[in-house]
């Protein structure tokens, strides 16, 4: 009597699975704003200051007193200058202010018209006949009260909270740690990942001449997208090689690794064939908490636990191996250094293409966008097609037993947010 396979492990289930086994790190460090992109902060970022600091001006152009200009075509004498950086003085009734982008609003003014409505006009004439001293300037257009006026505090308010622990940061955010004043960030301390591939056909580039491999041999393309994947994460990285196809080999290999590492990533051998030593050798060091997992491609995926690190085997195919990554790899590694919201994200599109023979499994189909707004299918969505992930913008993730049909809404998961 045949022993009935087990059930294979929702996509879903595995994630959350995988997100409580992620413990956020506990180590932190400080480091310059400037080299902060793409850490995770382990503080909140609290404002010790209101930004702007003052009402400063919009544009380049004249300050006034709106009740000034009660139609268009009103000449005011210029009474002071203001750049950025420098304080003027209170603005006195009828005169004008020339003031620049960024420059504080001077007590009095409650308008800014930019220099483009405006035009100089020299002296004007005093009140007993005599020319004036100083330029004029001649307002053509009606002003509104408070226009191009930036407010104290609009963009900050003292004591907020501008950035919350968790928050994966970017050039925007640094920016914004900047303006209130913060010269370092502290951030959890980056993972530290050891990566090696299983197989003895794989063959590194560089090592052997195209035309000089043996029959059955390849390159070891996973590692170069894998480790780079790795890097862009913010991790730091041991690159420990190919080890051969032998049992002790791969227990030796793993135990190394475990030793100082908070993950340790394997690509290859994670089946069920002979020759797949990956599963055996995490039993006779740790634990496997999770073996397979419902999606195409990308089914031998595991995860367990090797000593104090945790483990992740990915499967050999490369498209198995990069989805699997993006989709399981990615939010786990992004967990451990504190970020909160992980799953990836999709969109609704429309789907150029057609899909008859749906697979059991849920499926990730390779596809880009087209110039009408839709998506086209590359023609070969085997597992071992590289080329399809060059050439695609992302993935459509399609529920299992699901046809699609052009002209349907599918979900759309995006490379440029998966490999960011």
Sequence with gaps: MNTPRPLLKPLDTALAELLVFAQVLKDVEQVSTFDADTRVLAQDVVSPLQVPPQDNSAMDGYALRYADIP??????????????????TELQPGTAARIFTGAPIPGG???????????????????????????AVRFNTLPRLGQNIRRAGEDVSMGSVVLQRGTRLTPAAL?????????ELTVVRRPR?????????????????????KPG????????????????LGCTVTDMGIVPDRLDATIATLREAALAHDL??????????????????????????????????????????????HFIGLPGNPVSSLVTFLLLVRPFLLSLQGMRDVTPRAVALRADFAWPRPDRRREFLRVRHNASGGLDLFPNQSSGVLTSAVWGDGLVDTPPGVVVAPGDMVRFLSFADLSA
């Excluded at 004007?124 to 330029?135: K, M």
């Design 175 to 183: 920016g914004l740690a900047a303006s209130v004043g913060r010269p």
């Design 193 to 213: 990942v050891a990566l090696f591939s299983t197989g003895d056909e794989l063959v590194m580039p560089g090592d052997v001449a195209p035309r000089d491999m």
């Design 71 to 88: 139609r268009a075509g009103v000449v005011l004498p210029v009474s002071q200058r203001i750049a950025a950086g420098s304080a003027g």
């Design 217 to 232: 041999a390849i390159f070891n393309s996973n590692r170069f997208f894998q480790r780079a994947l790795l890097v862009r």
């Design 264 to 309: 340790v990533l394997t690509c290859g051998g994670v089946s069920v064939g002979e020759e797949d030593h990956i599963r055996p050798a995490v039993l006779a060091l740790g634990q496997l908490d999770m073996w397979q997992i419902s999606i195409k491609p990308g089914k031998p995926f595991a995860y367990g636990r090797v000593g104090a690190a």
């Design 109 to 135: 003014a409650d308008a800014v018209v930019m220099q483009e409505n405006c035009e100089a006009v020299g002296a004007t004439a005093a009140s007993d006949g005599e020319p004036s001293q100083g330029p």
